[in-house]
């Protein structure tokens, strides 16, 4: 896992420079730091959701590979499917 965060830190260094109106990852850069901690703090809460299975970062890494983050559409869907998952878990 070490290794997929030196990768995605780097990807992150690099995608710093980038144009804002096509890096995300730039952009939020530009926007400042409150920007980057709510960004922060969305990918943290997928994360813990994701972290039951400690390969997550791994495999979507092998599925994605150290990109841009996927279309908004991909990312609603993901927390659609998760959401009754995350409701079972608050329950018990």
Do not use: C, H
Not at 22 to 40: E, H, I, N, P
Not at 63 to 72: H, R, T
């Amino acid at each position: 896992m070490a290794d997929s965060l030196d990768r995605l830190f780097a990807a992150v260094q690099e995608a710093r420079d980038r144009n804002p109106s096509t890096s995300r990852t730039s952009k939020l850069f530009r926007d400042g730091v409150q920007k980057m901690a709510k960004k922060l703090v969305e990918e943290a809460i997928e994360v813990g959701l994701d972290a039951v299975q400690m390969a997550e970062l791994d495999r979507r890494e092998r599925v994605y590979g150290i990109a841009e983050k996927l279309p908004k559409r991909a990312s609603v869907a993901l927390i659609r499917r998760m959401a009754p998952w995350a409701a079972r878990r608050k329950a018990s």
